[in-house]
């Protein structure tokens, strides 16, 4: 195998691990994952320099290259998504708990704002029974 074909397909396998982990984002997921996205940071910077250089490769090898770099990106978009979700839920997550301690937080906006207080007029109370 091309040593260059090994290196994308080494890079896209240690995105495809992160990916994978992300699926259940957590610390510890994070934390571990670090090391699949060092591997893969690693292989691409050993392949840029290689493939900026090199001439003429068979054609055979260019289109599997370019399909590799292709689900490469694939699998960084992916990636990326993930970590977006995960940052997203985690800092409304905290929104939430930092509102925790106030009235409004039982009566929060889409926002994760405190909306205005629950009046505790008797008068307005609906009491259902079922």
Request: hydrophobic share 40%; with cysteine.
């Given at each position: 195998m091309?040593a260059?074909?090994?290196?994308?397909?080494?890079?896209?396998?240690?995105?495809?691990?992160?990916?994978?982990?992300?699926?259940?984002?957590?610390?510890?997921?994070?934390?571990?994952?670090?090391?699949?996205?060092?591997?893969?940071?690693?292989?691409l910077?050993?392949?840029?320099?290689?493939?900026?250089?090199?001439?003429?490769?068979?054609?055979?090898l260019?289109q599997?290259?370019?399909?590799?770099?292709?689900?490469?990106?694939?699998?960084?978009?992916?990636?990326?998504?993930?970590?977006?979700?995960?940052?997203?839920?985690?800092?409304?997550?905290?929104?939430?708990?930092?509102?925790?301690?106030?009235?409004?937080?039982?009566?929060?906006?889409?926002s994760?704002?405190?909306?205005?207080?629950?009046?505790?007029?008797?008068?307005?109370?609906?009491?259902?029974?079922?």
């Amino acid at each position: 195998m091309n040593a260059e074909l090994g290196q994308i397909r080494t890079a896209r396998s240690s995105l495809q691990k992160f990916r994978l982990k992300l699926l259940r984002p957590s610390v510890v997921a994070l934390e571990s994952g670090s090391a699949d996205l060092v591997v893969a940071l690693e292989c691409l910077k050993w392949l840029e320099p290689v493939l900026a250089t090199r001439g003429q490769r068979p054609a055979a090898l260019e289109q599997a290259l370019e399909l590799e770099v292709s689900s490469l990106r694939r699998e960084l978009q992916q990636v990326n998504a993930l970590l977006e979700g995960a940052s997203n839920f985690y800092e409304g997550w905290a929104r939430l708990l930092s509102n925790a301690g106030d009235d409004g937080a039982a009566n929060y906006t889409a926002s994760g704002k405190p909306g205005a207080p629950i009046s505790n007029d008797s008068n307005n109370v609906v009491v259902i029974h079922g």
